[in-house]
């Protein structure tokens, strides 16, 4: 396995120390009765997510996404582009995405309707690009794929930080703004992918 692969896979793998970190126990492990003589620990393990996990899972997720571009920059330069790569780049880099989408959702930082638009776009674009591929057409992002995520890795983070260090100064509600825009591109650029490649697909 090459060295872009597995900065890929260690991306995947950083999904689930991600999700620790930012999603807090649920309300059954803490009340259930078979754990009760830990019930001291869980609650203060529940706490300190609560209170600075978000911050720490912004950490290992401005981490995980930077990796995203590095993999890629790696295989091109030094030719080491496989078909394992071409398939788990774009799998890594929406499990990141849809992990912390969801956490956000359940810390009720974020409106669902954000996260599921965001989502249920991946997919149908995953879809797509799979139906392309089963033909022998590879689909490149284009500039607004790549826009689309960069406004998301910056309204995941700002969400997940509640806008520090912005929220020293000002009350202004950046994380709100940014998640709107992130949300208007995701599905701008999805409806400009699906446009400027239906046409292969039929020719094919």
């Known amino acids: 396995m090459n060295l872009p692969n597995k900065i890929t896979i260690s991306r995947i793998f950083i999904v689930p120390l991600f999700m620790l970190f ?23 393990i529940n706490d300190f997510i609560l209170n600075y996990g978000n911050y ?62 965001i989502i249920a776009r991946e997919l149908l674009i995953s879809g797509f690009r799979i139906v392309a591929a089963s033909e022998g057409i590879i689909l490149a992002a284009g500039k607004l794929g790549k826009l689309k995520t960069v406004t998301q890795i910056v309204a995941i983070v700002a969400s997940l930080v509640r806008n520090f260090p912005l929220s020293l100064v000002s009350d202004f509600p950046f994380d709100s703004y940014i998640m709107f825009l992130a949300v208007i591109i995701t599905i701008y650029s999805g409806y400009d992918y699906l446009a400027r490649n239906s046409k292969v697909l039929e020719k094919r």
């Open 22 to 44: 930012v999603i807090p126990l649920p309300e059954w492990m803490l009340n259930s009765n078979i754990l009760e003589f830990a019930r001291p620990t869980l609650i203060s």
């Open 56 to 117: 720490i899972g912004a950490i290992i997720f401005i981490i995980a996404a930077s990796t995203d571009g590095v993999d890629g920059y790696i295989a091109r330069k030094t030719k080491q582009i496989t078909n394992m790569g071409i398939f788990l780049d774009p799998i890594a880099d929406k499990l990141l995405i849809t992990a912390a989408l969801i956490a956000l959702v359940e810390r009720n930082e974020i409106s669902g309707w954000a996260a599921m638009i």
